[in-house]
């Protein structure tokens, strides 16, 4: 794997493959000493141009725990227009040597600009671009979901016959667009629900059902998971919804709708949870909720991809797409 | 020192497919038939080549003064004449902008100066294109410059009072205003045509209805106040229907569409390669088709290029922070062929008028656009339709390399461009700035 930028490149084979290595990682982690040799010598940079210390020290402590060395670069302002420029930096970063790129950046695409420059000759790692996607948070929340599924016996399995519905902001949501294309390949049902402000102006080529009203879609469709994205604080003045308690109301997830959930759905989220607006206290701390696991299993995942990257191990003959992508 | 040395032009197709020679002396075309003496000429063979009168464009960004790291008026005028073109009308958005009759007499003088292709230069509308207050137009009108056409491009003038007034103010002159037409409320921080595309990418979109919604107030505005109104780069199929209703209605409304608009979809974002960027963005393919027939049945006046040179960093970065824009001169005939001449929406009489003739009598420009007949002014481009190659930054002439068709196979090249009756392009090859009838 010579990059890891979207989950839309990832066909079947590639994405079990990552979530079986991941596995892998997992058991790693359950041992006393927490910690492989692999990536010994190599140097990963987490270039982070937006603040997320949850996804920063998810990826640090994966980096660490497979013996590389971690340099940590913050990128001052998110302002696309003000501070160093991507390039700039790139450069920077491959003139000390860099081998692997974990890069977070508040524009659309940034990773596969990366990608593509020739600024770099580095692995590049999505970990969030813009409204577009954010990888290793899907991949993530497949393992999750597939553990949780088939326990023990998860090695080798897909996601056939689990219905997934989305609920929240999905159209600045790049959680949501990551988690559409891989949990679709696994085989998952995927159900979006949102204020028709906050969806995608044309979805017609998502394989995916779109539905306004959460409580019909509930049931309609009885999701074996349901998750729920955090509303952005700049959402809250957009107009996008007349307020919080009227969002609160008709799309988060309160106690009453959690009693009426079928008894086996899980609960997930990516954190940070806005507690009482999306997802009520009682839903975040049920046993229902998945919140801790996919903190734990994000290092794991992170681990997997990072040792996919440089540890030279390939994944299935690249698709078309990441193919041309290949141009560095 | 300029060379008055007549050019027997043998053997070319005109627009409407008769073959003639054609005789070019003392900046005029003398003579035209077939079997013309060359005695005391020099001899072009242009068997093969048709020729156009020079291509005229209503919608260059030439940049100077203030951004001359892009283009200056030298640079952009030779990136003209290599792609054919004899006279260009220079947006105003320049720095300082072009709101006073110093700054256009400026720009005019520079034209003049470098040879390579007239040099028309639009007004701003509003004082700094801000969008509040009339600038000088009348001043603009009186000067040596001979401003007609008054925009803001790059901004909308969105206040509809506003627009209202410039719309008849302008009528004193003959003015018409260009407009860019956009909603800024409905694109704030827009990245991209707002749709499937969009979605996939998450990229903030810049809908359709930005611009139609703008076109339909001001073609109104234009109908209630008696005015002409020109719209800038047309870009969605919403926007040909309502300048045909408009049309329809008796409107004094002209349009252009852009060549990459003609050519080029919004799917060639999703490499996120900023030199697809460009507003009004890239659209969807029945965008594409709408646009074509809006041109070939009348709707859509005109091809302008928009030609936007910008500098390497402003391409070389993610695409959020990379600028809108592309250059356009040095391609612009080729790639309208390749949209609507092989396709079969257009012919070559009809490329005549949308590059050349229409444009000249939109901007009010006097001297261009003619047909190659005895006595018209020698502004005439020689064009080889059956030159398939692929388009490299060899092929720019410009400053700046921020062209979307470098590595594309085009179907034509232009041969010879000439301005005042001596050749600015000859054989391919832009002549050395001490040859070109400058002054």
Not at chain 1, 119 to 126: F, H, L
Not at chain 1, 234 to 255: H, I, Q, V
Not at chain 2, 347 to 363: E, Y
Not at chain 2, 387 to 392: A, Q
């Amino acid at each position: 794997m010579r990059h890891l930028l979207s989950t839309r490149d990832l066909d079947l084979a590639d994405a079990i493959r990552l979530l079986d290595v991941a596995e892998d990682m997992a058991t790693v982690s359950t041992r006393e000493v927490k910690k492989l040799p692999a990536l010994r010598g190599k140097t990963v940079v987490n270039l982070f141009f937006e603040n997320s210390t949850r996804t920063r020290i998810s990826f640090e402590a994966a980096a660490k725990r497979l013996s590389a060395d971690v340099i940590n670069f913050s990128a001052s302002g998110s302002s696309v227009a003000k501070g160093e420029s991507l390039k700039d930096t790139a450069q920077t970063l491959a003139a000390m040597g860099a081998d692997a790129v974990v890069l977070r950046h508040p524009s659309s695409g940034a990773p596969q600009s990366l990608a593509d420059s020739g600024w770099i000759d580095a692995g590049v790692i999505n970990a969030g671009d813009g409204t577009h996607e954010h990888p290793t948070q899907a991949l993530l929340d497949a393992f999750t979901i597939r553990r949780r599924m088939h326990g023990a016996a998860s090695r080798g399995t897909n996601l056939s016959g689990v219905a997934v519905t989305i609920v929240g902001d999905i159209l600045h949501s790049r959680v949501a667009r990551s988690n559409v294309w891989l949990l679709t390949t696994l085989g998952a049902q995927v159900t979006l629900v949102a204020p028709p402000t906050l969806m995608p102006v044309n979805m017609t080529a998502w394989p995916v059902e779109v539905e306004y009203d959460l409580d019909r879609s509930l049931l309609r469709t009885p999701p074996s998971v349901l998750m729920m994205l955090r509303v952005q604080a700049e959402r809250m003045s957009g107009d996008f919804f007349p307020n919080t308690r009227e969002y609160s109301r008709r799309w988060g997830l309160d106690d009453e709708r959690l009693g009426r959930l079928p008894e086996d759905t899980i609960v997930m989220h990516p954190g940070p949870m806005n507690r009482g607006l999306e997802i009520s206290a009682a839903a975040a701390d049920s046993a229902r909720s998945t919140v801790r696991e996919q903190v734990t299993n994000g290092v794991s995942v992170r681990m997997a991809a990072l040792y996919l990257l440089l540890a030279g191990e390939r994944l299935s003959p690249p698709t078309p797409t990441s193919r041309m992508r290949a141009t560095t | 020192m300029n060379d008055q040395t007549p050019f027997l032009i043998a053997g070319a197709t005109l627009a409407d497919g008769r073959r003639t020679d054609l005789l070019v002396a003392d900046g005029l075309i003398a003579e035209t038939g077939t079997g013309l003496s060359s005695t005391g000429a020099r001899r072009i063979d242009a068997d093969g080549l048709i020729a156009l009168p020079g291509l005229v464009d209503l919608h260059t960004h030439l940049r100077e003064p203030g951004f001359e790291p892009s283009e200056t008026v030298l640079t952009g005028t030779r990136a003209a004449a290599a792609g054919g073109f004899t006279a260009v009308f220079a947006m105003a958005n320049t720095s300082p902008v072009a709101d006073t009759a110093g700054v256009v007499e400026q720009v005019h003088r520079l034209g003049q100066d470098a040879g390579y292709a007239y040099v028309q230069p639009i007004g701003a509308v509003t004082v700094g294109l801000e969008g509040r207050h009339l600038a000088e137009l009348g001043a603009m009108a009186s000067s040596r410059a001979r401003v007609r056409v008054f925009s803001d491009d790059g901004h909308c003038v969105e206040d509809p009072l506003l627009m209202r007034r410039a719309l008849e103010y302008v009528k004193s002159f003959g003015g018409v205003i260009a407009q860019h037409a956009q909603d800024s409320r409905l694109t704030v921080e827009a990245q991209m045509n707002e749709g499937q595309v969009s979605s996939d990418l998450g990229l903030a979109g810049w809908p359709a209805v930005a611009e139609e919604s703008i076109i339909a107030r001001d073609v109104l505005l234009a109908e209630h106040v008696g005015s002409r109104v020109h719209i800038c780069h047309l870009s969605t199929a919403g926007s040909v229907d309502v300048v045909r209703w408009a049309k329809a209605r008796g409107i004094a409304v002209t349009a252009e569409v852009t060549p990459h608009h003609l050519l080029l979809t919004e799917e060639l974002v999703r490499s996120y390669d900023p030199k697809y960027k460009v507003n009004p963005p890239l659209r969807r393919a029945e965008d594409v088709e709408a646009l074509r027939r809006g041109l070939a049945d009348g709707t859509i006046d005109i091809v302008a290029t928009d030609h936007a040179p910008h500098p390497v960093e402003a391409k070389d970065c993610e695409w959020a922070a990379a600028a809108n824009g592309m250059v356009g001169l040095e391609s612009a005939l080729a790639v309208v062929q390749a949209a609507v001449v092989d396709t079969g929406g257009l012919d070559w009489a009809d490329v005549a008028r949308v590059l050349s003739a229409a444009p000249a009598t939109i901007g009010g420009l006097t001297g261009f656009g003619h047909e190659l007949t005895a006595g018209s002014p020698a502004e005439l481009t020689l064009y080889d339709p059956n030159d398939p190659h692929e388009f490299t930054a060899a092929d720019l002439a410009g400053r700046s390399g921020n062209s979307p068709y470098l590595d594309m196979q085009l179907p034509g090249r232009v041969r010879y461009t000439f301005h005042r009756g001596q050749p600015t392009l000859a054989d391919g090859a832009l002549r050395e700035e001490g040859l070109v009838a400058n002054g």
